[in-house]
């Protein structure tokens, strides 16, 4: 149990186009979910914290205009990045909340490669 | 705000020995978790472990255990009989119970089992 999924798993795409990625809970409803870029090497950094129904939650220095958050149902989180740059190139993770145990459940990532 | 500590940035052990992480973290919250996650080169984070503060029993899951010193504000993680699957960043992580909040992860450190 507990499985979190994302799709795509890959992506390359032009610098100025719009890229989505989904993140979605398998077998159990998580009302939060959180998204996190990675650097090789590196540790997590959290970008925001999503919420069914709710406007999402961005860490600061984050820009909510270009990282685009929906949460509409209990089992789908979606991040589009807007008009991105090779600097959006990076490895993006979700995670979702198991509500009884307070624990997050990660997705494999996104590779986002941005020519 | 809740700070984890890992000071150990790289980690070997050989196969089918035993090996100990460390990670020490910082939080004003009486009430938390702690985790440890495990990162394998396919970057999926797997959850590893898992204890509530509450809780004064160490938590064990097969041949990983953990040392949970409170006091201390200390966690740590011990491998029994290392595979080479084991092989992964590790990263240590706290988070309060308020729900809705994000996991503040160490910095992880990075072991090899060794043939």
């Known amino acids: 149990g507990a499985v979190v999924s994302q799709h795509p798993s890959r992506v390359i795409c032009k610098s100025g186009t719009s890229v989505k990625i989904e993140c979605r809970s398998l077998d159990f409803q998580a009302t939060t979910m959180f998204w996190y870029r990675q650097f090789p090497k590196k540790s997590l950094m959290l970008m925001a914290t999503?919420?069914?129904?709710?406007?999402?939650?961005?860490e600061q220095g984050v820009e909510k205009d270009k990282f685009l958050i929906n949460h509409a149902s209990l089992t789908l989180s979606t991040l589009t990045v807007t008009s991105a740059h090779p600097e959006d190139s990076s490895f993006y993770i979700c995670?979702?909340?198991?509500?009884?145990?307070?624990?997050?459940?990660f997705g494999p990532g996104t590779r986002l490669t941005v020519l | 705000a809740q700070t984890v500590t890992q000071s150990q940035p790289e980690m070997s052990v050989q196969e089918a020995e035993t090996v100990t992480l460390s990670c020490t973290y910082d939080?004003?919250?009486?009430?938390?978790?702690l985790f440890w996650y495990k990162q394998p080169p396919s970057r999926q984070m797997i959850l590893v472990i898992r204890q509530e503060a509450y809780k004064q029993q160490n938590a064990t899951e097969n041949r990983f255990s953990v040392n949970f010193q409170k006091a201390a504000k200390s966690f740590s993680l011990k491998i029994s009989d290392s595979q080479l699957g084991d092989t992964a960043m590790y990263f240590c992580?706290?988070?309060?119970?308020?729900?809705?909040?994000?996991?503040?992860f160490g910095k992880g450190t990075r072991l090899s089992v060794i043939a």
């Open positions: 995670s979702a909340e198991q509500g009884f145990t307070d624990t997050q459940y």
């Open positions: 992580a706290s988070l309060t119970y308020s729900g809705n909040t994000p996991l503040v």
């Open positions: 999503s919420n069914e129904g709710s406007k999402a939650t961005y």
């Open positions: 939080t004003s919250e009486s009430n938390y978790y």
